[in-house]
Nanobody, 122 residues
Framework: QVQLVESGGGLAKAGGSLRLSCAVSGRIARIEDMGWYRQAPGKQREMVATITNLRVADYADSVKGRFAISRDNAENTMSLVMNSLKPEDTGVYYC????????????????WGQGTQVTVAS
């Protein structure tokens, strides 16, 4: 069974910083892509940042230059450093793992974490 557990959310002031972490547990052989998504109240879930197995990163325009995504393939973890936070960064942040391969299983699966709340006060 695969689990994604996020941590590091909380309350920050505008201009402040937070670091989110995602740990993937289970008999993981490979994770192709990973990413962070967020959902603000009353809005659809949106991509924040993604990173491939080769550590090629992509960011939403709204966070470019402020957020940095990274991953550790050996530990199956991912982080998101968020700097210069704005009130519009408020939302529930979700960890996403795409094309997860497990040992002795020929299929690939996608998984979501339960989410961690980030609140940025003005």
């Amino acid at each position: 069974q695969v689990q994604l557990v996020e941590s590091g959310g909380g309350l920050a002031k505008a201009g402040g910083s937070l670091r989110l972490s995602c740990a993937v547990s289970g008999r993981i052989a490979r994770i192709e892509d990973m990413g962070w998504y967020r959902q603000a109240p009353g809005k659809q879930r949106e991509m924040v940042a993604t990173i491939t197995n080769l550590r090629v990163a992509d960011y939403a325009d709204s966070v470019k230059g402020r957020f940095a995504i990274s991953r550790d393939n050996a530990e199956n973890t991912m982080s998101l450093v968020m700097n210069s936070l704005k009130p519009e960064d408020t939302g529930v942040y979700y960890c996403h793992a795409v094309k997860v391969r497990m040992w002795a299983d020929p299929y690939e699966y996608d998984y979501w974490g339960q989410g961690t709340q980030v609140t940025v006060a003005s």
